[in-house]
């Protein structure tokens, strides 16, 4: 500037100028509060609170009193194994269902203690495992579960180790642990049969008698079946009709005749003895062929997986569960007449496996007419609680008196992890159980029911 000239004021920047200013700025701080430092902070406090966001949730119980009652069993002592007349011979299934679903593995479970029960061998019975991990807990959904439970949690009979009632010279069923005290001496090498010949295309009795000959033919005390090569029992004959030709005989067996829910699970049922409304507070603990929650309809609706599941069902001509097929039950499922009709057949699958809450009043509805004893509603759901409430209205429109599903029922911690097992105890006892065709929670029910003797037309389903 030269002397004397009139100074001017400086040029005023830009809007433009000032927001990339501006945004350069905010990248830098924003650079700068990201530093190798914060970003490693950030990274090892991540895990630690999603660790303190499933503690938060509770830890699971040990059953450490369940394990106890267990070892604890007549012949799990040294009398059994010292004393007059012959040593039992022990049947194991190492390849058993882990990490899966409570009824697939019960149902395994209950087939392979009659395969042990029809050989005259004592079934090896192991604890419901969730995971394998060297801790006693899995995380699932962001929160803790138990990764075994012992099997005397959820059932008893004798699969778990029960006595027998007209059975009184067939060996009872020890726990594994018992079994590699036994098993596990150098002296001792467990004789093991593979599976790898097994007829496992053929009918249920065709696949029991093959392995009761092999089973018969070996003098070793500790027996394992190798099932590497395929399981002993697959879904596929759990899932279709090959295994009603082993109904009659199961169902006469201890194991079925003898079944009965451990005693945690029906001390959670007595407990929600207001909710269920029994007409007597006895009924709560009788078992028999005659419903004790008269009046009530029990109805399996499972969503969640599910929504995904039922549409595949159609995709594969799915059929309903094997014991679901049993002559003599009411409702049939056929198909075939939408075989040509792709959306058609979908909706005809969705309706028995996904059924809208309109559907499922109108069934309810039906099978009322049919029982018009009916008046109360139990739904076994895995569900969420808001998600049963439109129902619950249409249900209450419709005429019922009462709606209760699974998440109002009260339960204490260990009876918490087994609530599936009492929501099945409550359905075996209702006046009606309406069942999902393709569950095997359905399926298990309906065979405990026709079991026990309970009327056949009682058995229903979506």
């Known amino acids: 500037m030269l002397p004397g000239e009139p100074q001017l004021p400086s040029p005023r920047p830009s809007s433009a100028y000032i927001y990339r200013r501006r945004h350069v700025c905010s990248w830098r701080s924003l650079i700068h509060a990201f530093t190798l430092r914060r970003i490693l902070f950030s990274l090892l406090c991540a895990p630690i609170l999603a660790l303190l966001a499933i503690l938060c949730q509770g830890v699971p119980p040990s059953y450490n009193d369940i394990r106890i009652f267990e070892r604890r069993l007549p012949q799990h002592s040294v009398a059994a194994l010292t004393g007059a007349g012959r040593q039992p011979r022990y049947l194991r299934f190492p390849g058993h269902l882990w990490g899966h679903g409570l009824n697939n593995v019960m149902q395994e479970a209950l087939l392979m203690s009659y395969l042990a029960y029809v050989s005259n061998l004592s079934f090896v019975f192991e604890d419901y495992?969730?995971?394998?991990?060297?801790?006693?807990?899995?995380?699932?959904?962001?929160?803790?579960?138990?990764?075994?439970?012992?099997?005397n949690a959820i059932i008893s009979g004798p699969?778990?180790?029960?006595?027998?009632?007209?059975?009184?010279?067939?060996?009872?069923?020890?726990?594994?642990?018992?079994?590699?005290?036994?098993?596990?001496?150098?002296?001792?090498?467990?004789?093991?049969?593979?599976?790898?010949?097994?007829?496992?295309?053929?009918?249920?009795?065709?696949?029991?008698?093959?392995?009761?000959?092999?089973?018969?033919?070996?003098?070793?005390?500790?027996?394992?079946?190798?099932?590497?090569?395929?399981?002993?029992?697959?879904?596929?004959?759990?899932?279709?009709?090959?295994?009603l030709s082993l109904w009659e005989s199961l169902a006469a067996s201890p194991i079925l005749s003898d079944f009965t829910w451990s005693p945690l699970v029906q001390a959670a049922v007595a407990r929600n003895f207001a909710l269920l409304q029994p007409r007597?507070?006895?009924?709560?603990?009788?078992?028999?062929?005659?419903?004790?929650?008269?009046?009530?309809?029990?109805?399996?609706?499972?969503?969640?997986?599910?929504?995904?599941?039922?549409?595949?069902?159609?995709?594969?001509?799915?059929?309903?569960?094997?014991?679901?097929?049993?002559?003599?039950?009411?409702?049939?499922?056929?198909?075939?007449?939408?075989?040509?009709?792709?959306r058609s057949k979908e909706a005809y699958y969705l309706e028995h496996c996904l059924p809208t809450t309109e559907q499922l009043v109108a069934r309810l509805h039906e099978i009322r007419l049919e029982h018009p004893e009916l008046r109360r509603v139990y739904v076994l759901s895995n569900d969420w609680a808001w998600a049963l409430e439109g129902l619950k209205e249409a249900l209450e429109e419709d005429g019922w008196e009462d709606f209760v599903s699974s998440v109002d029922i009260q339960l204490d911690a260990e009876q918490y992890y087994v609530s599936m097992a009492v929501d099945m105890a409550i359905a075996e006892k209702a006046e009606v159980f309406v069942g999902n065709g393709f569950s095997s929670l359905s399926s298990n029910v309906v065979m405990l029911r026709m079991a026990k003797g309970m009327d056949v037309r009682s058995n229903r389903f979506l």
């Open 280 to 342: 007597a507070a006895k009924d709560i603990y009788t078992a028999g062929s005659e419903p004790t929650l008269h009046g009530l309809v029990a109805i399996h609706l499972r969503r969640g997986d599910y929504k995904r599941h039922c549409p595949n069902l159609a995709k594969w001509g799915a059929e309903y569960m094997g014991f679901n097929q049993h002559p003599a039950l009411i409702d049939r499922f056929d198909p075939a007449p939408y075989a040509d009709d792709a």
């Open 159 to 243: 699969t778990a180790g029960g006595p027998m009632t007209n059975a009184s010279q067939a060996p009872l069923a020890v726990s594994a642990d018992f079994y590699e005290h036994v098993c596990s001496s150098p002296d001792v090498v467990p004789y093991v049969i593979s599976s790898a010949d097994a007829p496992n295309d053929a009918d249920g009795a065709v696949i029991i008698e093959w392995w009761m000959e092999q089973l018969t033919s070996v003098q070793e005390p500790c027996i394992e079946i190798d099932s590497s090569a395929h399981d002993l029992f697959d879904r596929f004959l759990f899932g279709g009709p090959r295994i």
């Open 129 to 151: 495992t969730w995971s394998h991990t060297p801790l006693p807990w899995a995380i699932y959904d962001f929160a803790l579960r138990p990764a075994k439970i012992p099997l």
